[in-house]
């Protein structure tokens, strides 16, 4: 049985607008029919309606389809701050990782005088911003967003106007327009090991915390959260997001963005064990399963599915 003092609730955002490829906005159900398949049909959740693809003006290939973003992340904001009204916690399972932008928004703004620590699990840095992106695509790019950073003095890309504004409310959904919703020097990056030289440089000069897989290697994965946690002690709240890519290619069979020398299970089990049951999480998010791209009978569902169900027991 699951933990009842941790009082889940799940929301699916099932949004993909973010991503390059699309099929991402399968997984988060395909997440829910495992966790039904393995015995726990009593689980709650919200589907949000906030997958739209409906781009009718913009035509910038430096923030894609961002004004049908902009409206799925309001809509994902203010689910999670209903529900943490309702004193239950969020877990949020996602399309792709620009779904971030909500999760931790809401998040933000349900706890506006807190001080929020994030702990980004993932094989990307997400550091990007349309003025620095090789691709476009708004999943590279919810930490900049979150934290209110637009890397202007490594500026390669000229964007359009339309853009720039939906990107600026991007970084100030909520009420209370508060941006940044977190400070650099309170996120802490778990198996990085594909950034670009921007995010690289963002990484050195705010000094953010990064476990690379040698370090992992070299350390154990419990000292890695153990000195996660101690990184973050001051934060008065934690939200963990977890992308598919993070694990290891023999692993993320259907995810898009793999790459080499990510976690093993046994690591992904003793990082699902240990953050959710730390008494500071706030939300919990889970992203970029992507169906699919899956070679092996939906494997990656399976394999999230079990991770949360060990994480919550």
């Given at each position: 049985m699951l933990s009842a003092d941790k009082n889940p609730h799940f929301i699916i955002s099932n949004s993909d607008i973010g991503a390059g490829k699309r099929g991402?906005?399968?997984?988060?159900?395909?997440?829910?029919?495992?966790l039904t398949h393995l015995g726990y049909p009593m689980l709650e959740?919200?589907?949000l309606e906030n997958f739209n693809i409906q781009t009718q003006y913009l035509d910038n290939s430096f923030g894609k389809h961002i004004e049908n973003l902009l409206e799925a992340m309001v809509i994902l904001n203010d689910k999670v701050i209903d529900v943490i009204s309702k004193n239950k916690f969020p877990i949020i399972l996602s399309?792709?990782?620009?779904?971030?932008?909500?999760g931790l928004s809401g998040l933000k703004n349900a706890n506006p005088d807190k001080t929020i620590g994030v702990i980004w699990i993932d094989a990307h840095a997400d550091l990007h911003s349309p003025y620095?992106?090789?691709?476009?695509?708004?999943?590279?790019?919810?930490?900049?967003?979150?934290?209110?950073?637009?890397?202007?003095?490594?500026?390669?890309?000229?964007?359009?106007?339309?853009?720039?504004y939906y990107w600026n409310e991007l970084k100030n959904i909520g009420i209370h327009n508060i941006s940044p919703k977190f400070d650099l020097k309170?996120?802490?990056?778990?198996?990085?090991?594909?950034?670009?030289?921007?995010?690289w440089a963002i990484i050195e000069k705010a000094g953010i915390i990064?476990?690379?897989?040698?370090?992992?290697?070299?350390?154990?994965?419990?000292?890695?959260?153990?000195e996660t946690l101690q990184c973050l002690s001051h934060c008065d709240l934690l939200y963990i997001s977890f992308d598919a890519d993070s694990l290891d290619p023999e692993i993320s069979t259907g995810t898009g963005t793999t790459s080499p020398d990510g976690l093993n299970i046994e690591q992904a089990e003793i990082i699902f064990k240990t953050l959710m049951s730390n008494p500071k999480i706030g939300a919990f998010e889970i992203t970029e399963v992507n169906p699919n791209l899956d070679t092996n009978d939906k494997?990656?569902?399976?394999?999230?599915?079990?991770?949360?169900?060990?994480?919550l027991n």
């Open positions: 991402a906005s399968d997984g988060p159900i395909a997440v829910k029919d495992e959740f919200d589907i399309g792709d990782h620009s779904n971030a932008i909500g620095t992106t090789p691709t476009g695509n708004i999943h590279g790019m919810p930490l900049a967003a979150l934290a209110g950073i637009d890397n202007q003095e490594l500026k390669k890309n000229e964007v359009a106007e339309d853009v720039i309170n996120l802490v990056f778990i198996g990085v090991r594909d950034a670009e030289d921007q995010e990064t476990f690379e897989p040698d370090d992992i290697r070299a350390k154990g994965i419990k000292k890695i959260l153990t494997a990656m569902a399976k394999v999230i599915s079990n991770l949360l169900i060990k994480g």
